[in-house]
């Protein structure tokens, strides 16, 4: 069972970033998925959720409106679509097996993908 | 400020028995279940315990959770040096439409 994220990099304020994360070693389209994001030397912040068939998702209040989740199940990929980047979304985006809203408990974590937003 | 208070820190002697609180509300911990995270320094963080008091294949059984009202508690005995990382709980929250949340993440130290 593997998560390899990929897509973070350094952007501007305002600016946009698209992450990805391709899951393998499981069947992908039985799982909801989530992203959590971990600033540095701060702690856990779970940032968005989708149900296994992409038909329900749920996002933290310090992301609404400006971050979209979606999935691929034809491609085992999670993706996040980030837009109007704030100074404090900089952190480390850890894709997650599980953590849909109401959803099953969040077992597998990818290494993550670094976000840095900064002039 | 997060959602479920953890105490940022702890700390205990190899072979001791330390605990570590997680409280919330009726919406969060006193609804729905509670799983805790282990992050070793440096790492992604690991399922240590689910539903309240589940171990994961591979946990070892030192480590235990459980639950009372609207607060859950994981207990580590026989304490281990490799067991200094920081703790974090989480459950699911109704009143935020079923969102996640976690606690602010507890540092253990092994002294």
């Known amino acids: 069972v593997q998560l390899v994220e990929s897509g973070g990099g350094v952007v501007r304020p305002g600016g946009s970033l698209r992450l990805s994360c391709a899951a393998s070693?499981?069947?992908?389209?039985?799982?909801?998925m989530s992203w959590v994001r971990q600033a540095p030397g701060k702690g856990l912040e779970w940032v968005s959720g989708?149900?296994?068939?992409?038909?329900?998702?749920g996002y933290a209040d310090s992301v609404q409106g400006r971050f979209t989740i979606s999935r691929d199940n034809a491609k085992n990929s999670l993706y996040l679509q980030m837009n109007s980047l704030r100074a404090e979304d900089t952190a480390l985006y850890h894709c997650?097996?599980?953590?849909?809203?109401?959803?099953?408990?969040?077992?597998?974590w990818g290494q993550g993908t670094t976000v840095t937003v900064s002039s | 400020q997060s959602v479920l208070t953890q105490p940022p820190s702890a700390s205990g002697t190899p072979g001791q028995r330390v605990t570590i609180s997680c409280s919330g509300s009726?919406?969060?911990?006193?609804?729905?279940?509670v799983n805790w995270y282990q992050q070793l320094p440096g790492t992604a963080p690991k399922l240590l315990i689910f539903?309240?008091?589940q171990r994961p294949s591979g946990v070892p059984d030192r480590f235990s959770g459980s639950k009372s009202g609207t607060s859950a508690s994981l207990a580590i005995s026989g304490l281990q040096s490799e067991d200094e990382a920081d703790y974090y709980c989480?459950?699911?929250?109704?009143?935020?439409?079923?969102?996640?949340?976690f606690g602010g993440g507890t540092k253990l130290t092994v002294l």
């Open positions: 997650v097996r599980g953590g849909s809203p109401r959803g099953y408990h969040m077992d597998v």
């Open positions: 070693g499981f069947t992908f389209d039985d799982y909801g």
């Open positions: 989708i149900y296994w068939n992409g038909g329900s998702t």
């Open positions: 009726s919406s969060n911990i006193g609804s729905n279940t």
């Open positions: 539903d309240y008091n």
């Open positions: 989480a459950a699911c929250d109704d009143r935020l439409n079923g969102n996640w949340v």
